[in-house]
C-alpha cells in the first residue's frame, strides 16, 4: 500500500507593483514520488508537471516549462528570445554543468553601424536567437524526453490559442509602440485581441512542431533561417544565414566558491553568476550571523561588497572567447579578505555603472524525484526585445545587442561573433556534496544582487524559502546609488544616508524570485515563489 503524500500550502498577498501573491508549499513524503516546480506562470507550471508525470525528468520539465512561457510571455522570452544560461545538477553523475546560448553580435557588425540606439530597437539590434539552441542541447546532453514530447504544451497554447487578459493586452500594446509597420503587421495581423478572447499564435506553433520534427537545424538552417536573414536585411539589418548556421549553445564548466561549507555554482562569464559569487566571497570575511537582517550594518556591509564585486566586472569582465581574464583570481579566497579589508579601512570606491537596464526575463527552478536539479533563465531583454517579427513566423526577436557596452576599449564591447555579458545567474547549492537548493530569478542586474541576498538569507539567516523570496532586499551597481525596499526601517535608511550612499525605496527589487530546498535527511522539499501559488507546485 502506498503511504500518503501530505501538501500543505500557503498563500499571502504582498503589496508590490507586480500585485503578485507569494506562496509557501511544502511537503511530507513518506513515498517515492514527490518533485518541485517554480517559476512565473500556471500554464508553465503545468506543462512542467506534465512532464514529470511522464517520466520525464527535471532538465524536459524545465523545457517544457520554458516553451510554455515562450507562447504565455513573449514579452519576457520567446523561441527567437536573445539567449539564457541553464544550471544542472545530475543525480546520476554526482556533477554540476552549465549551458550558455549567449546572444552573439552579428559577423557584419561594424562600429560605424551600431550604437546604443540602433541596438535597442530595430533590424540592427536582432543577433542569432540562442533559445532553441540552449534548450536543444540540454535535452540532448541531460534530458530523458524528445522537444517534441516536451514542447506539446506550449504548441498546443499557441495553436489553440489564449485567453486575453487585461496584462496580455497591455503587453501587446507596449510591442506596437516599440514596433515598426511591417512587424506589427507579422506579429498581429488581425490588430490587438479584446480582452476576454482567444489569441491564436498558429505560425508560432507551426516553427514549434518543426523544431520537433526535424530538430534545431530546422531553425538554425535551411528555409527558415533563410527567411530570417532575408527579412531583416531587406529592412536594414545585417543578420545572415551564416550567423545562423554557426551559432551553437555550449556547455562548460559552471563557476563555483565554496561559501562557509556550501558549494555554489552558477554559469560562467558572459553570465552574471560570477558578481554574485564575488559578492558572497568579500561578506565571507564578515559573520552576518552575528549581523542584524536586514539592518543598517547588514546593507552597508552588502552594498560595500556589492561596488568592489560591480567594479571588477566592469574593469575585467565579458566574453572569454575574446576578454582575458582569471575567474579563479576574482573567486579565490584571496580576493575576498582583500576586499573585507577595503570595507573595514572605509576604502571601497565608487563605478560609474552606465545605462540602467530593463528587466524582462524568466526563470524555471524544477528538481525531480531522483533529486536532479534545474535552474533555468532566458531573455528577450527588454520587453519584445528588438521589437522585430518576421511574417509568418510568429517570432519575435530579442535585443541581446544592447547589452554590450559601446564605450570602446571596455571589456564587453562589441565585436563579430562576440557574446554579449548579461545577467542571468541561476544557481544551485550542494551541501556535503548532495543537492540541497536550487534558484534564480529575472530582473535585469537585479539578478546579480539578489541572488547573492537569496543565498544569504538562505544560508547565513536560516530562512525559509518562503521567508527569502519575501525578504527586504538592497540593490547596488558599483556607486553610491543604492535601492532598499520600503519595508526598511527610516532608522536603517537615515544610518545609510549618513553613510554617503544616495537612497531610494522601491516597492520590488527584481522580479519573481524561485527558491526550492532539499531536505536532505527527510527528502521533503520546500519550494516558494513570488509568482504565487499558482506557479509553484511540490509533491
Same mark, same amino acid.
Do not use: C
Given at each position: 500500500m502506498k503511504k500518503l503524500i501530505l501538501i500543505r500550502a500557503l498563500a499571502f498577498i504582498i503589496s508590490s507593483p507586480f500585485a503578485t501573491s507569494l506562496a509557501l508549499a511544502q511537503n511530507i513524503v513518506n513515498g517515492e514520488q514527490h518533485h518541485a516546480i517554480t517559476t512565473s506562470n500556471p500554464e508553465a507550471k503545468k506543462a512542467a508537471a506534465e512532464i514529470l508525470q511522464k517520466g520525464g525528468n527535471a532538465v524536459d520539465a524545465a523545457v517544457a516549462a520554458l516553451?510554455?512561457?515562450?507562447?504565455?510571455?513573449?514579452?519576457?522570452?520567446?523561441?527567437? $528570445?536573445?539567449?539564457?544560461?541553464?544550471?544542472?545538477? &545530475?543525480?546520476?553523475?554526482?556533477?554540476?554543468? &552549465?549551458?550558455?546560448?549567449?546572444?552573439?553580435?552579428?559577423?557584419?557588425?561594424?562600429? @560605424?553601424?551600431?550604437?546604443?540606439?540602433?541596438?535597442?530597437?530595430?533590424?540592427?539590434?536582432?543577433?542569432?536567437?540562442?533559445?532553441?539552441? !540552449?534548450?536543444?542541447?540540454?535535452?540532448?546532453?541531460?534530458?530523458?524526453?524528445?522537444?517534441?514530447?516536451?514542447?506539446?504544451?506550449?504548441?498546443?497554447?499557441?495553436?489553440?490559442?489564449?485567453?486575453?487578459?487585461?496584462?496580455?493586452?497591455?503587453?501587446l500594446e507596449s510591442f506596437i509602440k516599440n514596433s515598426d509597420p511591417v512587424s506589427i503587421k507579422a506579429y498581429l495581423p488581425n490588430g490587438i485581441p479584446e480582452i476576454g478572447t482567444i489569441w491564436t499564435q498558429k505560425d508560432l506553433a507551426k516553427i514549434i512542431k518543426l523544431i520537433g520534427e526535424k530538430g534545431p537545424d530546422a531553425f538554425y538552417k535551411g528555409d527558415l533561417a533563410k527567411k530570417i536573414a532575408k527579412h531583416i536585411q531587406a529592412n536594414g539589418g545585417v543578420l545572415t544565414e551564416e550567423d545562423f548556421s554557426k551559432y551553437q549553445a555550449t556547455e562548460s564548466e559552471p563557476v563555483k566558491i565554496n561559501y562557509r561549507g556550501y558549494d555554489i555554482y552558477s554559469p560562467p562569464v558572459p553570465s552574471a553568476g560570477l558578481t554574485s559569487l564575488s559578492i558572497l566571497k568579500t561578506l565571507e570575511n564578515f559573520d552576518l550571523k552575528k549581523v542584524r537582517p536586514f539592518g543598517f550594518e547588514y546593507f552597508n556591509l552588502f552594498a560595500q561588497a556589492?561596488?568592489?564585486?560591480?567594479?571588477?566586472?566592469?574593469?575585467?569582465?565579458?566574453?572569454?572567447?575574446?576578454?582575458?581574464?582569471?575567474?579563479?583570481?576574482?573567486?579565490?579566497?584571496?580576493? !575576498?579578505?582583500?576586499?573585507?579589508?577595503?570595507?573595514?579601512?572605509?576604502?571601497?570606491? &565608487?563605478?560609474?555603472?552606465?545605462?540602467?537596464?530593463?528587466?524582462?526575463?524568466?526563470?524555471?527552478?524544477?528538481?525531480?524525484?531522483?533529486?536532479?536539479?534545474?535552474?533555468?533563465?532566458?531573455?528577450q531583454g527588454n520587453s519584445y526585445g528588438s521589437g522585430v517579427s518576421v511574417p509568418g513566423t510568429g517570432l519575435v526577436f530579442g535585443h541581446g545587442i544592447s547589452r554590450f557596452d559601446y564605450t570602446s576599449g571596455t571589456p564587453n564591447y562589441?565585436?563579430?561573433?562576440?557574446?554579449?555579458?548579461?545577467?542571468?545567474?541561476? #544557481?544551485?547549492?550542494?551541501?556535503?556534496?548532495?543537492?540541497?537548493?536550487?534558484?534564480?530569478?529575472?530582473? $535585469?542586474?537585479?539578478?546579480?544582487?539578489? #541572488?547573492?541576498?537569496?543565498?544569504?538569507?538562505?544560508?547565513?539567516?536560516?530562512?525559509?524559502? @518562503?521567508?527569502?523570496?519575501?525578504?527586504?532586499?538592497?540593490?547596488?551597481? $558599483?556607486?553610491?546609488?543604492?535601492?532598499?525596499?520600503?519595508?526598511?526601517? @527610516?532608522?536603517?535608511?537615515?544610518?545609510?544616508?549618513?553613510?554617503?550612499?544616495?537612497?531610494?525605496?522601491? !516597492?520590488?527589487?527584481?522580479?519573481?524570485?524561485?527558491?526550492?530546498?532539499?531536505?536532505?535527511? #527527510?527528502?521533503?522539499?520546500?519550494?516558494?515563489?513570488?509568482?504565487g501559488s499558482a506557479g509553484v507546485e511540490v509533491k
Amino acid at each position: 500500500m502506498k503511504k500518503l503524500i501530505l501538501i500543505r500550502a500557503l498563500a499571502f498577498i504582498i503589496s508590490s507593483p507586480f500585485a503578485t501573491s507569494l506562496a509557501l508549499a511544502q511537503n511530507i513524503v513518506n513515498g517515492e514520488q514527490h518533485h518541485a516546480i517554480t517559476t512565473s506562470n500556471p500554464e508553465a507550471k503545468k506543462a512542467a508537471a506534465e512532464i514529470l508525470q511522464k517520466g520525464g525528468n527535471a532538465v524536459d520539465a524545465a523545457v517544457a516549462a520554458l516553451l510554455t512561457l515562450t507562447v504565455v510571455q513573449t514579452s519576457n522570452v520567446g523561441i527567437a $528570445g536573445y539567449g539564457g544560461s541553464i544550471i544542472i545538477y &545530475s543525480a546520476k553523475d554526482k556533477k554540476v554543468s &552549465s549551458i550558455d546560448f549567449d546572444q552573439k553580435a552579428p559577423l557584419k557588425f561594424n562600429t @560605424e553601424t551600431f550604437n546604443e540606439k540602433t541596438a535597442t530597437h530595430g533590424y540592427l539590434a536582432t543577433g542569432v536567437p540562442g533559445v532553441v539552441s !540552449g534548450l536543444s542541447l540540454a535535452l540532448k546532453n541531460h534530458g530523458t524526453l524528445s522537444w517534441k514530447v516536451v514542447s506539446q504544451h506550449a504548441y498546443e497554447l499557441a495553436n489553440k490559442g489564449i485567453l486575453v487578459d487585461e496584462r496580455l493586452k497591455r503587453s501587446l500594446e507596449s510591442f506596437i509602440k516599440n514596433s515598426d509597420p511591417v512587424s506589427i503587421k507579422a506579429y498581429l495581423p488581425n490588430g490587438i485581441p479584446e480582452i476576454g478572447t482567444i489569441w491564436t499564435q498558429k505560425d508560432l506553433a507551426k516553427i514549434i512542431k518543426l523544431i520537433g520534427e526535424k530538430g534545431p537545424d530546422a531553425f538554425y538552417k535551411g528555409d527558415l533561417a533563410k527567411k530570417i536573414a532575408k527579412h531583416i536585411q531587406a529592412n536594414g539589418g545585417v543578420l545572415t544565414e551564416e550567423d545562423f548556421s554557426k551559432y551553437q549553445a555550449t556547455e562548460s564548466e559552471p563557476v563555483k566558491i565554496n561559501y562557509r561549507g556550501y558549494d555554489i555554482y552558477s554559469p560562467p562569464v558572459p553570465s552574471a553568476g560570477l558578481t554574485s559569487l564575488s559578492i558572497l566571497k568579500t561578506l565571507e570575511n564578515f559573520d552576518l550571523k552575528k549581523v542584524r537582517p536586514f539592518g543598517f550594518e547588514y546593507f552597508n556591509l552588502f552594498a560595500q561588497a556589492s561596488k568592489l564585486a560591480w567594479a571588477d566586472r566592469f574593469k575585467y569582465l565579458g566574453d572569454p572567447d575574446f576578454v582575458k581574464f582569471s575567474t579563479s583570481d576574482l573567486l579565490s579566497d584571496k580576493a !575576498g579578505i582583500q576586499n573585507a579589508e577595503k570595507i573595514r579601512h572605509e576604502e571601497v570606491a &565608487s563605478v560609474d555603472p552606465g545605462k540602467p537596464e530593463p528587466l524582462h526575463t524568466v526563470n524555471v527552478v524544477v528538481i525531480d524525484k531522483d533529486q536532479n536539479i534545474v535552474s533555468l533563465t532566458a531573455t528577450q531583454g527588454n520587453s519584445y526585445g528588438s521589437g522585430v517579427s518576421v511574417p509568418g513566423t510568429g517570432l519575435v526577436f530579442g535585443h541581446g545587442i544592447s547589452r554590450f557596452d559601446y564605450t570602446s576599449g571596455t571589456p564587453n564591447y562589441p565585436q563579430p561573433g562576440k557574446r554579449v555579458q548579461h545577467n542571468m545567474a541561476p #544557481t544551485i547549492v550542494l551541501k556535503d556534496g548532495k543537492p540541497y537548493i536550487g534558484l534564480g530569478l529575472p530582473g $535585469g542586474r537585479y539578478i546579480v544582487t539578489v #541572488t547573492s541576498q537569496l543565498l544569504i538569507d538562505l544560508l547565513d539567516f536560516n530562512q525559509t524559502p @518562503e521567508q527569502a523570496v519575501k525578504a527586504p532586499r538592497i540593490h547596488n551597481e $558599483g556607486d553610491n546609488k543604492i535601492k532598499l525596499s520600503k519595508s526598511v526601517s @527610516e532608522t536603517d535608511i537615515n544610518d545609510l544616508k549618513l553613510k554617503g550612499f544616495d537612497v531610494q525605496t522601491v !516597492g520590488e527589487l527584481g522580479g519573481p524570485a524561485n527558491v526550492a530546498i532539499i531536505n536532505q535527511s #527527510t527528502g521533503v522539499i520546500d519550494a516558494a515563489s513570488q509568482a504565487g501559488s499558482a506557479g509553484v507546485e511540490v509533491k
